[in-house]
Each structure stands twice: as structure tokens, then as C-alpha cells.
């Protein structure tokens, strides 16, 4: 690993300005993504400057907060995990942050970290150990190595600036579907504006210098139930081939209002508006189930190594909406 | 001191330590090459086997993905920790009365995320065992003897006896 | 010796297991010399290339650097022609990590890219790149033997010749013959990497003229001896340090003579230690330990006759292993333990088993924990499945008419030397009874046909056979005992200890012979200076190879003590026994002599202070023969079965509820919890059935894709549960107590038996490992 300075901020504020002001500065949180990438220096530029958030005690917290849950951006998955509140209140974000990982990335890794979590594709991350990096599109190479090479854990929603890799975050798909505010530093923005496709080194909208302070997941009304389900290879220590969060309001019996997302489907966690928009109005039955994931991956674009991730996430969707009404 | 060095204070295994450390060194290689507890392990350098596993304060973490400033003021434990004098800890007599280790290289980070589980639950289920030594890879695939030993520590250490 | 055993059976807790739970046992990594200095490696980024420039002079000036390696100043470890990704092009050696990373990037390398071959197709395509030029990729065994002449007494082979096949009678005639055949061509099992907690590594110190190594081995003293030669030191100026290894199931094997082996850390770190008069360690990262761990892989076609009650009667196997660039063709004779040669030689009259390795640009094969064995019963026992359902007859049962039994003979490759062998035991019946009733396999086991809705239940089976016993020469080991005044004896051995507890069981056998408690038994085994010679545990012999030497020299010593004390108490030695670490007269348990007693201590200037015994033996030890002839030779195997049982969700494609019992016949199980620890390595077959172990590679790049253990995955505590059987069928004659091997058994059978499991559930049979989801779910036409 290249060395670097490293400086530890007492507020966020003076993260910010320390960034802003680096060449190359790099947050670290819990640090579980970042070591990964400066190990082995998957960055075209060598991070000069880590500033060190973890220890900010503000922003180590769950609480209510009107009709709000506020959780700190430094707040540790294994927290999220097990905590009662969330458990109540947004079921398949608890569900999501034990599903990450291991316990000892649990206990470190918060959920800042996790929604900013570079991707997962092995020729971006192609250690530059064994004879270099691999220039990929997203290191300013000419093409994506994955579409004409190996792509079975890759997007089947397309390229977004010709890279299909896809975002690996299980607590992603879970904020998105939950229509959760992301604030920062600067502004703040919604789960679904969080993520963005553009190349380089980033998989979020944040600004240079942008710093994840908390995220508040608007609190559900009573019939509200949500649930979050992971097909991985491995039960432990594994990204999800597919992940899916979905989120159901039923009044008298009808569907008031439902979400759904996909992680591990696209550079971003793929909202599924027309499938949740099936389940409408309407009462849920294994048909209606069955035909929103349908709905839902009528506009998938697989590559010719992945089209199994298709009938996965059909049966994902399947699953977490049946789990929401169990 | 070179350029970037930094003073780091720490406790380890209850003693205070205060050494000059580089700030890209993971704090696995603080404790193997500067301080010479070489019990913990690296095995895997990327968070994905836990044989680097130390407690800081009563939280099982990997050393291996942790700089070692962020341990700065915090107290550190490693398996060199757990013996008192010439008597094993309780889950280390469990891990000898049920052959918890084979080869032996995964037993120290092992040892520890069981300790970080009996810290905060000291009945667990067969189910918390696992999921809570899920981040721990035996490639000696010995996990039946460590579920045996983790299930006969936490009953030694309840006073249960084995 | 006392009639009923004391220490053997009983699982006394392991040698040197307070080390490794309290972080004091020492592996290669935790050897700490001041000064020493630090290895890294530039390494191919092309498959196939040539070094058109190398130019190392700013890395050499950098402040820090000691030593530049390459072809130019190396060439025994170096060379400019790169066969795979990842082939080393240049070590740089540097007080520490920082400075020998800087210093990388100051080399400057320029490669001539040539086509390659990136898998055995590839490999085998007519005009091909080859992978050594001159050299085709694809070549015979060449040690195919045909089997001719039977000795009608004995019913051993009296005559071998060269062929282009191995076997014996005439498959043709046995197919014309058979009434039922049945056949699959393209059985694949994927490239799969050797498991290692602790990745490859060594210290190498030069000082005064001596080398000492810090590593790991399997075989110190042979690997020292060899390391000597092409260092063009003495033997004695060597010592090999190997006090704990961080497991290794075979894929750590080191062969310093050979520049395409995997040994480099080896030869680069006393290389350099030799130049410098300095401390150099080179120790491989996870990824280098992904690229350089042994892999295997390999392609087969197996076709087998039967009558029509089951009896098998002719079988013909083809092999096409992946060897990579470099790695060990003779892995490949293992595949032939599960065909009619050993496994299925009780009924199997006609035999034609095709070997061939195949070279391609990808990191060597050389074969892991089964050695080519698991290969073999992956085509093999696939097929036995589908003739179970052509046939009509049980799975279990039809292995149990016709799996190999003891006495059975051996026509395989284990017995190199012989042209046949007695198969010392079998107990695989026993087995297959044990999984029956523990499964509830009569109840339980529906055809495919009858199952339905999205989750399935799958029960498969599959039995296997692996040797333990290599009888050719070159397998000489030895054991040396000391025993005190006190009542303790020492056991010098260097016979490897991986975790698979051959230290324990070593020191049981003292114990026993002794009669002293197993704690009064210590151990000495951490180098070669102090060791006698052992050799390489491997093939899972080290419970039949060591413990002759072990207990010979421990009676040795035990007849040296009876004949002291015979004299003191008068009575003929013979008369006399030791229990509980007293001599008494066998006749008069009354008239009694303490160990210390017998020895005469009476001083500095008096008395024996130790009785040592030694043996050492050319295998095999004349009590494996059949009554004494040479020639008639019982070659004891690793056997058994294993069964499992999983629940496929169709929708998904993913495998729930997955369960591996594995039962073994060990003879004795000498130490039983060591035994059953044994059993658990079942487990890698699940990562190599389920989590999607294949090397992969990038088809146009040969990049290792998964080359850590993310992407990579060993299982973990939550994918399957693993349940060993311990079957004890005394009488094996070929160990001193009856024991037989317990080591790489368990992950022959494990693919087979996930394929059967699942075809099984779906009744669609996957040709390819592993059996990923997306395998699955284009089986059951979801895709």
C-alpha cells in the first residue's frame, strides 16, 4: 500500500476542508471498503491525504426524530443490525445490514461507507499485484472488459456510461425502497438521486469535499412492512449476486402504496416503479406477486453470461414481497 | 522520524504501548512486526477470513483492514492476551478438549470473535455460534469441533463446567 | 505390551495444541530476525510473452535496495519467455515493503505478446499455440501399462508391458458382452485452487557459510536435500525449520528443482539471503498464494458395461487433466483408483483407462488433498449413477455389489514398482449400511420423477477409494525414541504435521509401546539438523508409512529397558511387561521395577541416562506381505462413502439445507476426535460443488479474475453441515495396530455425490463443476 497522510478530523466541517483542499483525499469511515481499495490500488491516482471520520461520536446515532428515523452516517452496521428501532420501523434495513458482510465488517463498516462502497467488478478491481491493474472503462480505458469477457455477476439492466458493473451495497436497494434522505455536508438528497453511473472513482453524487452526515428514513404508518432478501453463493462473507428491498402499505386489505428495489442488477440500486405500481390498488395474491416480478424485469437487458440473474431477481421479488406479507 | 510517521498510543493486552507507526500500516502489522505479537494472523489481506481478528474494546475486529492509527487511545487484545499466567482462558481449554484446532492458523482470530460473542451473549444458541464466527474461514474445515468448543467454553465460563 | 491398548483409540488431546490456541506456535510468517529484508515481484501481465527489455538500473540505485533478481543474473529461477499471467519477471529484494514497492515502479519491462491457450480446449484445438515451444501441449501417460499374465495361484499380475493404454483383458469384447452400457462424454471438473490459511512463503538466512530456512513442508528433509543440490550447498550446512504449517493439503509442496514449479519464494529468498549475508524473506500475498497454490482440473469420458443383474463387468475411462504451465503429470494416475483398476476391481474384467495432461498458459496444476483421485470419481461415480437408474437397481446397492473388497487386487498406479497388490481392507459395505440408516436413505430416496414444486429434496451417493501407500522405493523413513530415568521418552520424527495430527498419534504409539502415559511422551520434530529423516507426508500415508518406524524404535527401546531389568530381577525378558510405567514379571505382577530403576541411575558416572532405539525402513514392512513372500504385497487404501443430502430451490437455483456425511473405514481409529476432524475436509468439496471454486480466467486476457478469497470462496460456517461416520473393521494388516488412512478420502467422492444429489432433485445432470445457479437453473430450462 502506498503511504499517505492520514489525519483524523474532529467535525465534519473539517473533514470537508481537508478534502476539498487534497489533491486526491479519501474519507474513511470504517475504512473496510477503503483499505480494499488502497491495497490494491485500484485508483488511477494514488489517494494523498485519509481523513479519518470514525471516531465523530454525533455521528454514532439511531433515533426518532419526529416522523423521521435518523441514523448517522458513522453508525456501524451491526448497530443497524441490532437495533430495536430499526428492526420496528424499517425491517429490511436492519435485515440488509445483517445480511452484509461478516460480524467483524459489521462492527466497523457504518452505513455511510456502505452506500458509497466502490463496485465489486474483478477486472475494476484486478489487483495490480499480479502483472498491473486492467485498464477498464471506468479507469479511462477504451472498453469494458466485462461485456466481452466475463460477466456473470454483472448488470442486466445495460451499461451506464459503458460499464456494467453493478453496485454491491445491500443496504442500498433497502434506503432507496425505504425513500430515504441521504444528507451531507452540502445538501440533501434522496436515496434514489444518490447513486450515479459516471466513471471514475465514485459511485455517488457527492461532491468533492461532500461529506455523508446522516440519513433519515421516513417512519412508516402501522400496515407498512418491509422486507429484505439476498441470493449470494456464499451465506457468509459474500456480495450479493441479488439483493431486492421491497415495502408495502395495505389499507383494507389493498396495496396503498408499495416499493420495490434491486441491488446488484445495475450500476446503480434499480428502483422497480412499474412493478410496485402493478401491486396498486390491488389485493396481494401469489398471481399479483407473481405478476409485478414479471412486470419488474420485462425491461432487462442481460448479457449472454448473466441471463440467469434474471429469473433470480424474478424470484427475489417473489420472495421479499411474500416475506413483506407474511 | 520520516516525513509522515505519526506517534501512535495504544494498549495492548493491557499494557500501554506508544510507538512511532507509518499511516498506511494496517494495525495487524503493528502488533506482528512492532510489537511482536505474532499470534495474530494475516491470512487473506482483505477482510474476507478473520484470522486477523483482535478485540478492540469488547468489539471483534479485523487488524489486517484497520490502520493502525485508528487505534489510537484504544485498547487493543490479541490472543496473547487471554492466558493468565501458565492457564489457558476457558475457550482455550475448550479449543484443546475439542480439538477446535487443526492446523492451528485460524484458532487465534477464531478464539477471539468467540470471545467477542460470550462477552455479549454467554448462553448462545447453536445458531449464534455460527453466524457469529461466519467471518472466521477454517480451510482445515473443523468448524463441528469449534461450534463444540465455543458451545463448552460458554459453559465453562457460566460456571457449568464442560 | 499390554492385551488391551491404553493410549491408542482414545482421543488424548493433541501435541502442540496449547501453542496454537495461544498464539505462541510459531509458523514460517512469525520467524522475526533483525535485519531482514523484504521480497517483492513484478510478474507477467501477458499469458504468453517474451521480455523484449528489461531494464533495472533506477531500482537498483533507489536508496534501500539490495538485490535486483532477474533472468540476467538469475537465470535458474528467472526467465524472459512467460507462460501465464503472473509468472515472475522480476524480485526485488529491499529493507522493507515500501522501499521494494517504489522500487517496482522503477522498473522498466517490455513483453512481445504471443496467442495462447487458456484452457484444455483451447489446448487441444488442431494448430494450437503451443504452451513450450517445440513441445505439443497434449501428451500421453507415459507410463500406460497393459496387464497380461495372472499368477492363477495368487491372482496377482506377473506381467506388465508398455501400452498406450492402462488396463487389462479386452474392453471391446467386455462391451460386446455387457448388456446394459452406459456413457458420458465431457465430465468437467472445474480448475479448482488447494485451500492454504497461511499463503507460501519462506525465510531465508545465510550466515558463516550455513543456511537456515524458515518455511513450511510437507517433506523437510527431502526438500532440503534437493534445495542443497541446486543451491550447490552441503547438505549439512542446510537446516529446514518447519515448526507449525498453516495448513497445506498438498498445494504447498515445494520442488526447488524445478523452475516451473511453484517454489520460487523458496529459491529467491535463500538465493538472495546467500548473495546479501543477510536475512530475506519472501512471503506470497493471497493473491500470489491464488495464482501459485496447486490446482486441479480436468476433462473425462467414462463408459462402463454391466450384466444385467449389476455386475460390472468392463470399463473405459479418458482423461484429459489440465497440467497449466509447468505442474506434475503424475497427479493423473490417481483418477485411475475409481475405476476397474482399484475401486471397482472385484467384478471389473476388462479395463482401458486413457491418461493425458494438457499444457496450457495458466498457473500450474499438480493435484491437491487427493491427487487426481478426486477427478477419477467424479466421472466415475457420476456414471455409476446413471446405470443405478438404467439398471434399476438402488445406487447404494449397486455399488455394494460391486466395490472393491479386501484381498481384492490392485492393478492401479499406486503399486508402481509391483505390477499388482493384495487391497489390504475395504469396510466400504459397512459404510454404505451406516449412510443407509443414518439418512433414512430407504425412506427417504425418491427417483427425480417423483418430485415436484419449487423446492426439491436430493439424497446422492458416491464411494470412493484413495491410496495410502506408496511400496516403490524412495519412500524410506525413519523414527528415533529416547527414553529417561524418569519414565519419559522422547519421539524424534519429522513427519509433517499439517493439522492432520500425525504428532499426536506418533506419540500415542510411543506411549503404548512404552507403557507410559501419553503426557511423558515428548516430541521432537521443528528441523532437519535434529530430525531424523521422514519422508514426504503425502498421498495420506503418513499413518502406514511412519507408524512402522515409530513403533519399531519405540520397542526397540522397550526390549533394551526389559533386558536391564530382566537381569536385576532375573527373569528372562519375555517374562516381563511395563504398564503404567512399571516393568513387571508378567507371571508375578507382584515383583515389579521402576523405570529408573531398571536403568541404574546412580549419577553423573553411572547408570544408562537414555536407552535410544531407532528405526528406519525401505517400505513396505515385512508384515505387510502376505504370509512374509515378497512380491505378494497388501497395500492398505483411504475408502469409504459419502452421502449428500440438499434441497434445490428451483427458482433460484441455489442449495439449501446441504448435509455431507462422510463414513470411512479407518481400521483403527487411532485418536477418534482426530479421525472425525479428518472426515470435516468433506467440506471442500462443498465450496468446489457450490460456492463457484473455479480458477476463472479472463478468456482474452488470462487474468485470474477470483483470485482472492472473495471471489474466490472457501466455505464458511454457515453453507453446510458435515456429519462423520467412524467405522472400525479391525484387522488391516498392514499397520502396526491395524489402522488404515484417514486424509484426502473425504474429497474424492464429495462432487460426485453433489451431482448425484442434484440430479437427484431436478433429474437433469450437470456435466460441468461446480454447480452454480446459473448451471442450475439453465438445467431445469430457466434461462
Known amino acids: 500500500m502506498k503511504t499517505f497522510d492520514y489525519i483524523k478530523a474532529n467535525s465534519l466541517d473539517e473533514a470537508g476542508a481537508i478534502l476539498a483542499a487534497s489533491a486526491n483525499g479519501a474519507i474513511h469511515s470504517g475504512g473496510t471498503d477503503l483499505m480494499g481499495c488502497l491495497r490494491d490500488r485500484i485508483w488511477m491516482e494514488d489517494v494523498d491525504v485519509v481523513v ?244 419488474a424485469l420485462e425491461g432487462a437487458k442481460p448479457l449472454k453470461g448473466n441471463r440467469y440473474k434474471v429469473q433470480i431477481a424474478k424470484a427475489i421479488i417473489l420472495d421479499t414481497l411474500s416475506d413483506c406479507i407474511l | 522520524m520520516s516525513a509522515n510517521e505519526k506517534v501512535l498510543s495504544l494498549t495492548v493486552n493491557g499494557e500501554p504501548k506508544k510507538l512511532l507507526v507509518k499511516p498506511h500500516w494496517m494495525l495487524s502489522r503493528v502488533l506482528r512486526e512492532e510489537l511482536h505479537h505474532t499470534g495474530t494472523k494475516e491470512a487473506c489481506g482483505e477482510g474476507a477470513c478473520g484470522a486477523c481478528t483482535v478485540l478492540i474494546g469488547d468489539k471483534a475486529v479485523l487488524s489486517c483492514m484497520t490502520l493502525a492509527l485508528e487505534a489510537e487511545g484504544k485498547c487493543v487484545e490479541t490472543i496473547e492476551g487471554l492466558m493468565s499466567g501458565k492457564n489457558p482462558h476457558p475457550i482455550q481449554e475448550a479449543w484443546l478438549e475439542e480439538f477446535g484446532a487443526q492446523c492451528g492458523f485460524c484458532s487465534p482470530g477464531m478464539i477471539m470473535s468467540a470471545k467477542a460473542l460470550l462477552l455479549r451473549n454467554p448462553n448462545p444458541t447453536v445458531g449464534e455460534v455460527r453466524e457469529a464466527m461466519a467471518g472466521n474461514i477454517c480451510v482445515c474445515s473443523n468448524y463441528e469441533h469449534i461450534e463444540a468448543a465455543v458451545l463448552s467454553a460458554a459453559r465453562k465460563m457460566r460456571g457449568e463446567g464442560a | 505390551m499390554a492385551e488391551k491398548l491404553k493410549v491408542l483409540g482414545k482421543s488424548v488431546h493433541q501435541k ?160 460386446a458382452e455387457s448388456d446394459v452400457i452406459v456413457e458420458a462424454e465431457g465430465l468437467k471438473y472445474a480448475y479448482t485452487k488447494s485451500p492454504a490459511m497461511n499463503p507460501r512463503g519462506a525465510l531465508a538466512h545465510f550466515n558463516s ?53 511453484p517454489t520460487h519464494y523458496l529459491i529467491v529468498a535463500c538465493l538472495a539471503s546467500i548473495e546479501l549475508s543477510k536475512p530475506v524473506r519472501c512471503v506470497y500475498t493471497r493473491e500470489e498464494e491464488m495464482l501459485c497454490g496447486w490446482s486441479r482440473g480436468s476433462l473425462s469420458n467414462v463408459k462402463i458395461g454391466f450384466k444385467s443383474d449389476g455386475t460390472l463387468h468392463a470399463i473405459s475411462y479418458d482423461n484429459w487433466m489440465e497440467m497449466g504451465s509447468g505442474g506434475d503429470k503424475w497427479t493423473i494416475k490417481n483418477s485411475l483408483l475409481a475405476t476397474g483398476t482399484t475401486l471397482y476391481s472385484r467384478n471389473c474384467k476388462h479395463m482401458r483407462g486413457k491418461l493425458r495432461y494438457v499444457h496450457t498458459n495458466r498457473f500450474l496444476s499438480s493435484g491437491w488433498q487427493g491427487y487426481g483421485a478426486p477427478e477419477g470419481h467424479y466421472g466415475v461415480e457420476v456414471v455409476m449413477d446413471m446405470a443405478a437408474e438404467k439398471l434399476g437397481i438402488d445406487p447404494i446397492e449397486l455399488r455394494r455389489m460391486n466395490h472393491m473388497r479386501g484381498g481384492d487386487i490392485d492393478a492401479g498406479y499406486d503399486p508402481l514398482s509391483y505390477k499388482s497388490c493384495y487391497i489390504s481392507s475395504s469396510g466400504i459395505s459397512e459404510c454404505l449400511d451406516a449412510l443407509e440408516e443414518r439418512a433414512d436413505w430407504k425412506k427417504r430416496w425418491k427417483p427425480p420423477a417423483e418430485k415436484s414444486g419449487r423446492y426439491r429434496e436430493g439424497l446422492g451417493i458416491a464411494i470412493f477409494c484413495m491410496g495410502a501407500g506408496r511400496p516403490g522405493p524412495g519412500n524410506n523413513t525413519s523414527a528415533e525414541v529416547k527414553l529417561f530415568p524418569d519414565g519419559t521418552a522422547k519421539l524424534y520424527s519429522a513427519l509433517a504435521e499439517m493439522g492432520q495430527g500425525q504428532h499426536t498419534v506418533q506419540c500415542q504409539i510411543v506411549a503404548e509401546v512404552l507403557g507410559i502415559p501419553y503426557k511423558k511422551v515428548g516430541l521432537v520434530w521443528q528441523e532437519t539438523d535434529s530430525t531424523p529423516w521422514a519422508s514426504i507426508a503425502a498421498s495420506s500415508i503418513g499413518t502406514w508409512l511412519q507408524s512402522w518406524p515409530t513403533y519399531e524404535a519405540a520397542r526397540d527401546v522397550r526390549m533394551q529397558l526389559l533386558t536391564l531389568a530382566a537381569e536385576l530381577i532375573g527373569v528372562d525378558a519375555e517374562k516381563l511387561d511395563i504398564d503404567d510405567s512399571m516393568i513387571f514379571v508378567k507371571d508375578d505382577p507382584s515383583r515389579t521395577l521402576s523405570i529408573g530403576e531398571a536403568m541404574g541411575v546412580l549419577g553423573i558416572y553411572g547408570g544408562k541416562h537414555e536407552l535410544i532405539g531407532y528405526y528406519s525402513h525401505e517400505v513396505p514392512h515385512p508384515r505387510c506381505l502376505k504370509d512374509g513372500k515378497p512380491g505378494q504385497l497388501y497395500i492398505p487404501k483411504e475408502k469409504g462413502a459419502q452421502l449428500v443430502s440438499l434441497i434445490v430451490d428451483t427458482e433460484t437455483g441455489l442449495c439449501h439445507d446441504v448435509k455431507v456425511i462422510n463414513a470411512q473405514d479407518v481400521g483403527r481409529a487411532m485418536n477418534p476426535k482426530i479421525v472425525e476432524g479428518q472426515f470435516l475436509n468433506a467440506r471442500h468439496g462443498v465450496e468446489n460443488a457450490l460456492l463457484g471454486s473455479d480458477c476463472i480466467v479472463d478468456k482474452k486476457n488470462g487474468r485470474l479474475l477470483n483470485g482472492n478469497w472473495i471471489d474466490y470462496k472457501p466455505t464458511s460456517f454457515l453453507d453446510c453441515d458435515i456429519d462423520p461416520i467412524i467405522i472400525e473393521k479391525p484387522g488391516d494388516p498392514t499397520h502396526p495396530f491395524g489402522a488404515t488412512a484417514c486424509g484426502e478420502g473425504a474429497a474424492c467422492p464429495t462432487l460426485a455425490a453433489f451431482s448425484n444429489a442434484i440430479y437427484n432433485a431436478i433429474g437433469v445432470r450437470i456435466k460441468e463443476t461446480p454447480f452454480t445457479p446459473d448451471k442450475i437453473l439453465a438445467a431445469l430450462g430457466k434461462v
Open chain 3, 209 to 261: 557459510g550455513k543456511l537456515t530456512v524458515y518455511t513450511h513442508s510437507q517433506g523437510m528433509h527431502h526438500e532440503k536435500t534437493v534445495l542443497a543440490g541446486v543451491l550447490g550447498l552441503n547438505v549439512t550446512d542446510v537446516n529446514y525449520v518447519c515448526e507449525y504449517i498453516g495448513s497445506s493439503f498438498g498445494g504447498k509442496i515445494a520442488e526447488p528443482s524445478d523452475i516451473n514449479h
Open chain 1, 52 to 295: 479519518s471520520v470514525a471516531s465523530i461520536e454525533e455521528l454514532k446515532h439511531i433515533r426518532k426524530d419526529g416522523d423521521a428515523l435518523k441514523i448517522g452516517a458513522m453508525t456501524t452496521l451491526a448497530d443497524i443490525a441490532a437495533s430495536a428501532l430499526v428492526k420496528e420501523s424499517c425491517r429490511m434495513l436492519a435485515q440488509a445490514a445483517q445480511a452484509t458482510a461478516s460480524p467483524q465488517l459489521r462492527n466497523v463498516g457504518t452505513i455511510a461507507g456502505n452506500i458509497c462502497q466502490e463496485n465489486r467488478c474483478w477486472y475494476y478491481r484486478y489487483s495490480y499485484r499480479i502483472g498491473g491493474i486492467i485498464e477498464c472503462i471506468r479507469k479511462g480505458g477504451k472498453k469494458c472488459l466485462a461485456v466481452g469477457g466475463d460477466h456473470r455477476y454483472h448488470s442486466i439492466f445495460g451499461a451506464v456510461n459503458r460499464c456494467v458493473a453493478v453496485n454491491p451495497s445491500d443496504t442500498a436497494p433497502a434506503l432507496v425502497a425505504a425513500d430515504a434522505t441521504i444528507a451531507t455536508t452540502k445538501r440533501n438528497i434522496s436515496a434514489r438521486e444518490f447513486f450515479t453511473g459516471e466513471n471514475g472513482k465514485s459511485s455517488t453524487v457527492l461532491e468533492k469535499g461532500e461529506i455523508v452526515k446522516e440519513i433519515s428514513v421516513p417512519l412508516s404508518g402501522d400496515g407498512v412492512r418491509s422486507a429484505f432478501k439476498k441470493v449470494a453463493l456464499r451465506k457468509s462473507i459474500d456480495f450479493a449476486i441479488i439483493s431486492c428491498a421491497a415495502q408495502i402499505a395495505l389499507s383494507g386489505g389493498r396495496v396503498e402504496n408499495a416499493t420495490i428495489c434491486l441491488g446488484g442488477v445495475h450500476v446503480n440500486p434499480r428502483p422497480m416503479d412499474e412493478a410496485a405500481g402493478v401491486l396498486k390498488g390491488e389485493a396481494l395474491s401469489d398471481e399479483l406477486i407473481e405478476c409485478a416480478a414479471n412486470v
Open chain 3, 16 to 175: 502442540t495444541a496449547l501453542e496454537r490456541v495461544n498464539g505462541s506456535a510459531r509458523y514460517y510468517s512469525d520467524f522475526q530476525l533483525p535485519g531482514t529484508l523484504i521480497t517483492r515481484f513484478i510478474r507477467s501481465p501477458y499469458p504468453k510473452a517474451k521480455v523484449t527489455k528489461l531494464d533495472t538500473e533506477a531500482a537498483e540505485a533507489l536508496p534501500g535496495v539490495e538485490l535486483v533478481m532477474s533472468y540476467k543474473n538469475f537465470p535458474q529461477t528467472f526467465r524472459d519467455t512467460m507462460h501465464y499471467v503472473g509468472e515472475q519477471v522480476v524480485a526485488v529484494v529491499a529493507v522493507d515493503e515500501d522501499v521494494a514497492e517504489e522500487a517496482l515502479e522503477l522498473v522498466r519491462v517490455e513483453y512481445e505478446e504471443y496467442p495462447a491457450v487458456l484452457s484444455i480446449e483451447e489446448a487441444l484445438a488442431p494448430d494450437a499455440p503451443e504452451v513450450f515451444e517445440g513441445e505439443p501441449n497434449c501428451h500421453d501417460w507415459e507410463f500406460h501399462y497393459y496387464l497380461s499374465e495372472k499368477d492363477p495361484e495368487s491372482g496377482l499380475w506377473t506381467k506388465k508391458d508398455h501400452a498406450d493404454f492402462h488396463g487389462f483383458g479386452n474392453v471391446d469384447e467386455g462391451f
